[in-house]
């Protein structure tokens, strides 16, 4: 076994707030070393202004202190902290990330979206197995924005970033609860007319996978019942490979989009793999997804474990730079 090298990646969404420590350098794969998932909301109230609110503020700066505990406690020293759509779009982002600086220690990068969008590829690109003649089509729903990738075999066709993410079409939209058909059916037009470049990419590159980016495709896998269980024993010191992506059937998912659109959030966090923290916006992830794949020939939906985390993960054990270049 070579020398294991530990890092730890932070990635500061609109929503939620994701560590993730590993041990590199081991044959085999990465070694889990410590994982913390917070709902910090930092798009709340703020995210369709350009603002990010004072008690966000506060919760998200709660959230990445809490961070630097854990990795004092796991004596991490290499770390890489990323921030997405809420904060390069806030006016006070700036300030965000110079108090991140004081009162946690971490230099925050914030990163466009065509660099969001190239790094959550490299890190399905773990898990998705290998099909040259097959063109896929990557999506990652997050709350301020949601990447698209359209790529075949280890090369990227197409890919761009739209301020479509959930947390900011529930504050734009100003939808009831629940939304229902109708209300799904009065953001058509926008999404028509927003992401007018990606229904022209996929007409033209003919993606027959979706391929879904953790986040909300890892609650439709659970509901569904098809996300993998991986049992692990407490504190193991072993490598771990890269996990595969997981079905979500067609017909199942269908099912799920009538309850979540249909039903209001008594009902919906009732429901058997709802995850709290997505139950508000989970009818806007179903709706956007049925528009997507109203766009082309789509034979099956699957979903990946790993985003933008494990992408800047593997392009550092690599020895890449952090950010790929843009073509």
């Known amino acids: ?19 993730r420590v590993v041990e590199m350098g081991a044959k085999g794969g990465w070694i889990p070393v410590f994982g913390q998932r917070i709902p910090v909301k930092l798009g709340k109230g703020g995210v369709a202004k350009g603002v990010i609110q004072p008690d966000r ?5 709660d959230a990445l202190i809490s961070m630097r505990e854990a990795l ?13 759509s809420a904060m390069r779009d806030a006016k006070n982002g700036r300030e965000f990330v110079a108090e991140a600086k004081r009162l946690a220690d971490f230099d925050i990068q914030v990163i466009g979206g065509a660099h969001e969008a190239r790094l959550i590829q490299e ?8 099909m040259p003649s097959e063109t896929c089509l990557t999506m990652d729903i997050g709350g301020g924005s949601v990447e ?34 109708e209300g ?11 992401m007018a470049p990606l229904v022209a990419a996929v007409a033209a590159l003919k993606p027959t996978r979706l391929v879904g980016a953790s986040g909300s495709f890892d609650t439709l896998a659970e509901m569904a019942g098809t996300r993998t269980k991986r ?21 199942a998912f269908q099912s799920l989009a009538e309850q979540l659109v249909e039903q209001d959030v008594h009902h919906r966090v009732a429901m058997p793999g709802m995850d709290p923290a997505r139950v508000d916006l989970m009818p806007f992830s179903v709706a956007l997804i049925e528009w997507v794949l109203g766009l082309g020939d789509f034979k099956d939906m699957v979903r990946a474990p790993y985003a933008l985390r494990e992408g800047v993960m593997t392009r550092l054990e690599r020895g890449l730079p952090l950010l790929p270049e843009l073509g």
């Open 231 to 251: 049992e692990r024993p407490d504190h193991a010191q072993t490598p771990e490979s890269h996990p595969c992506v997981d079905p979500i059937p067609m017909e």
């Open 72 to 84: 004092r406690n796991y004596d991490v020293e290499e770390v890489h902290v990323l921030a997405t």
């Open 1 to 19: 076994m070579n020398a294991l090298r530990k890092l730890a990646v932070i990635d500061c969404g609109t929503n939620t707030f994701n560590l």
């Open 57 to 61: 503020m506060a919760r998200g700066l």
């Open 184 to 194: 799904q059916a009065n953001m058509t037009p926008y999404f028509d007319d927003v």
């Open 148 to 181: 698209f990738v359209i790529w075949k075999g280890h090369e990227i066709q197409w890919a761009q970033s739209f301020n479509t993410g959930v947390a900011r079409l529930h504050m734009l939209m100003g939808l009831p609860d629940p939304m229902g058909r």
């Open 123 to 130: 890190g399905i690109w773990l898990n998705h197995p290998e």
